[in-house]
Each structure stands twice: as C-alpha cells, then as structure tokens.
C-alpha cells in the first residue's frame, strides 16, 4: 500500500471526527437552549402558584431573579457555543478540501497508469458548508 491511500483513509477518518464533535456541539447548544425555554414554562406555573399563598408573593421576586439569571447563563453558554460551532464548521471545511486533494491525487495517479478511465476530479458528494448558511442554520 502506497502513502496516498493511507493519507486519504486518515483525511476520512478526520473527517468524520470533525462531523462527529460537530454534531455534539449543535446538540449541546440545543440542549441549553430547550433548557431555557423550560425555564420560562417553570416560570409561568410558579407566577401562578405564588399568587395563592403571601409567602408565594414574597418569595417569588427572588425565585425570578435565580431563574432569569439562569437563563441568561444558558443563552450566553450557548453563544459560545455558536462561536466553537463556526470554528468547528471552518476546521471542517479545510479538512474536506483536503480529502478532495488527497483523492484527486490518487485517481490522477491511477489514470496515469492506466487503472481507471480519466475523468472528472472525485465528488466527495459533501458540499463545505458556507459562512452563509452556517450563521442560518445555527442561530
């Protein structure tokens, strides 16, 4: 076995890394953020629960606050997590236009000696992902 097709085979493997810690990061920003939509909902049944009682009442001006904090505590963890996914999504990009180099290579090798029919540079059939629709689809 030649060096390329071990290159390739590792460019893939990292490839398929960089999707992976992608993917758990897109689900870690989700999971902050249904917890603070849960926070809202535990707000609203405590805003109605506290009017039955006078210790409701007085206690409830504190119980907001721990919870608003909270959810500005989540939304700010997951705006970092939207800069890693960006950063992610580059280191993602990069590695998928070097696997394109590294397979390109190989099959122009393999025309030169004969093995393969020339024809057009190898689709990985993954597009790189666009600063464009990276900003959509993660805020």
Known sequence: MTAKPSLARL???????IRE????????RAELL??????????????VRSKDSHIGRVAFPTFLKSVRDRQEN?????????????EV???HNAALRELQTFENSERVEL??????????PVSLGVEP????????SVV
Do not use: F, Y
Request: aromatic share 0%; charged share 45%.
């Open 11 to 17: 460019q893939r493997h990292k490839v398929e890394q």
């Open 21 to 28: 810690k992608l993917a758990g990061l897109e689900s870690m």
């Open 34 to 47: 249904s917890r603070r939509d849960q926070l809202d909902e535990t707000l609203d049944r405590e805003r």
């Open 74 to 86: 989540l939304q700010r963890s997951a705006d970092e997590l939207v800069e890693q996914i960006m």
């Open 89 to 91: 999504r580059e280191e």
């Open 111 to 120: 025309e030169r000696k004969g093995r393969v029919a020339p024809s057009a």
């Open 129 to 136: 992902l666009s600063a464009t629709s990276q900003r959509r």
